[in-house]
């Protein structure tokens, strides 16, 4: 069995490297989407996040993730509520993946997508830590088009995660997604056949 975390920053490009290793074979284990999961009505942090956050994020009896980001990518305090409430919940479901994998019979790659990786420790249970990078200006424009935000608002976002430059340092592999993503998918490739099939020969 062999793990790896991905792990990035804004719009830098992590979704599409962990869909790339999915379609050669690998098991991906999305935190963003656990995330969201338990964020939904019945899910472990939906009653949480509206305790504290109040019911102006609602729609309905659905949670408006738009009108929660704004919140608390404007106010570091409140992020740092959000991620106290969702984090735990992200990491012990993750957790219970990865020893269910690792207790397997069978041979897998198992991608563990975590943006906040090594905020979380959860680097530590990985074998190899990859990190996705772009340039500054390709996250902000990313992020303006996939989020429909505004330039500020993109930098404030990128301003209050840890900065990429430290993520790389601590990186076994830099995935350079500045270019094409036939180059990503090429880089993609190149290490799946560096650490997983010369592994199983």
Same mark, same amino acid.
């Given at each position: 069995m062999v793990f790896l975390g991905i792990?990035?920053?804004?719009?830098?490009?992590?979704?599409?490297?962990?869909?790339?290793?999915?379609?050669?074979?690998?098991?991906?284990?999305?935190?963003?989407?656990?995330?969201?999961?338990?964020?939904?009505? #019945?899910?472990?942090?939906?009653?949480?996040?509206?305790?504290?956050? #109040?019911?102006?994020?609602?729609?309905?009896?659905?949670?408006?993730?738009?009108?929660?980001?704004?919140?608390?990518?404007?106010?570091?305090?409140?992020?740092n509520k959000l991620v106290d409430i969702v984090h735990p919940v992200v990491k012990l479901a993750?957790?219970?993946?990865?020893?269910?994998?690792?207790?397997s019979k069978k041979e897998h790659l198992v991608v563990v997508d975590?943006?906040?990786?090594?905020?979380?420790?959860?680097?530590?249970?990985?074998?190899w830590i990859i990190v996705v990078k772009a340039t500054r200006q390709q996250q902000i424009e990313r992020a303006v088009e996939k989020f429909k935000i505004s330039r500020q608002q993109a930098i404030s976002r990128i301003k209050m995660q840890m900065p990429l430059r430290e993520k790389i340092r601590l990186a076994d592999i830099i995935i350079d997604n500045s270019r094409s993503l036939i180059e990503t998918k090429k880089q993609v490739k190149e290490i799946?056949?560096?650490?997983y099939l010369k592994k199983k020969k």
């Open positions: 792990t990035g920053s804004l719009s830098t490009g992590k979704t599409s490297v962990s869909l790339f290793f999915k379609e050669l074979g690998a098991k991906v284990l999305d935190a963003d989407k656990i995330a969201h999961d338990q964020m939904k009505k #019945g899910g472990a942090c939906y009653d949480q996040i509206i305790k504290k956050f #109040g019911k102006d994020i609602l729609d309905g009896d659905k949670i408006n993730r738009k009108k929660l980001a704004d919140i608390v990518f404007n106010d570091k305090v409140k992020l993750i957790g219970q993946e990865i020893r269910r994998y690792s207790n975590v943006p906040l990786l090594f905020e979380s420790n959860l680097h530590r249970y990985v074998d799946w056949q560096k650490i």
